[in-house]
């Protein structure tokens, strides 16, 4: 198979042997070449007022937990929002222009989107399904306010007991919560009590952890350190984010007692290195997305959990904006889409 093509086969864990992570002021020692960018494309109303009083880190807003207990680590301002739109229009060019793999039947009344985000996914799957009532739930009033009449969002914390009712939903849709869940059995576990029987769930995750089949990426290299340095942080901070090289979810949902499970994993080049014109496309997006917020994507880990000064983070973000773009370098994410069904 050619090094440009994006490869079939993938490592399921990686190595119990710690990584090697380069200091923070290595970054702030390297030169930086100048490079030519011309090739480059680049709520609810009864809520109380405390959920709108968002935490500030170097001048971007987090969610506070002054509502809930809740942690993540994005920030929930437009810019941040702006690349989670780009990253559902990747997940659905990836699906085919599909929302979900489930094989959903055409007459499901109730769905539920945990971790809605920018409620781009509920809207787009309300819009598709007008006799679905759907609910978004995440633990910032990020969404719109102008929402399909069959939509509604609320403020939920799927790390807590969840409110919703046994056996209420007929689908369930979660993606994108790699380094925001302590306890992956203990979340599908509520998802499999709150999904009718017969009822389907669906996880949709992204590795942390970037890779190359052809030594292209390079150990010690901006985007090789960005992995390692994402695992260390969620052992610290009790949150795994690699739980796609882990493999957490398929054993989530055996655990929670699901059937008919299915895994899909997609290889996802970071940029459009690719020779297959749709593989060229995903990594546009995919560049797209990173690039659109780098900051905002390893802020909270590398200053808050992790320790690094806000210069060390901004030199670093110099040098990995400069390896992504890089064509010679075919570096690709692992995504998992995993989806089961509750007994009849």
């Avoid at 710690?18 to 930086?32: M, S, T």
């Avoid at 369930?172 to 998802?191: E, V």
């Avoid at 200053?303 to 390896?323: D, T």
């Amino acid at each position: 198979m050619s090094s440009n093509d994006a490869p079939a086969a993938a490592p399921e864990a990686a190595s119990s042997k710690p990584a090697h992570i380069l200091p923070a002021e290595h970054w702030a020692k390297q030169k930086v070449e100048e490079e030519n960018d011309s090739d480059v494309s680049s709520s609810t109303a009864s809520i109380s007022e405390s959920i709108f009083d968002y935490r500030s880190i170097h001048g971007r807003s987090f969610h506070s937990n002054k509502s809930t207990d809740a942690q993540y680590w994005t920030p929930n301002d437009n810019k941040q929002i702006e690349a989670g739109e780009i990253i559902h229009h990747l997940i659905t060019l990836i699906r085919d222009d599909k929302l979900h793999w489930a094989p959903l039947k055409k007459d499901i009344k109730t769905v539920l989107d945990v971790g809605t985000g920018s409620g781009i996914w509920a809207i787009d799957f309300a819009d598709q399904n007008p006799d679905a009532n759907v609910i978004g739930t995440d633990i910032s009033p990020t969404q719109p306010a102008w929402v399909p009449p069959n939509l509604k969002f609320e403020i939920e914390d799927a790390t807590l007991p969840w409110t919703f009712p046994a056996d209420h939903f007929d689908f369930i849709h979660m993606r994108y919560l790699f380094g925001s869940i302590p306890d992956w059995n203990g979340l599908l576990a509520q998802a499999y009590k709150a999904t009718k029987p017969g009822g389907w769930v669906e996880s949709y995750e992204a590795s942390c952890v970037f890779r190359s089949d052809d030594g292209t990426l390079v150990e010690g290299s901006p985007m090789d350190q960005w992995g390692k340095v994402f695992v260390e942080a969620g052992k610290k901070f009790g949150r795994p984010f690699d739980v796609v090289g882990e493999g957490l979810v398929p054993e989530a949902f055996k655990a929670a007692g699901f059937v008919n499970i299915q895994t899909k994993d997609v290889k996802c080049p970071m940029n459009s290195w690719a020779r297959d014109k749709k593989l060229q496309e995903i990594g546009a997006y995919a560049l797209a997305a990173v690039d659109q917020d780098i900051e905002g994507w390893i802020l909270f880990i590398w200053s808050q959990v992790m320790g690094w000064e806000k210069s060390e983070i901004e030199a670093f973000v110099v040098h990995l904006r400069r390896q992504l773009r890089d064509r010679k370098v075919h570096a690709y994410c692992l995504m998992r889409g995993v989806w089961g069904q509750k007994p009849e």
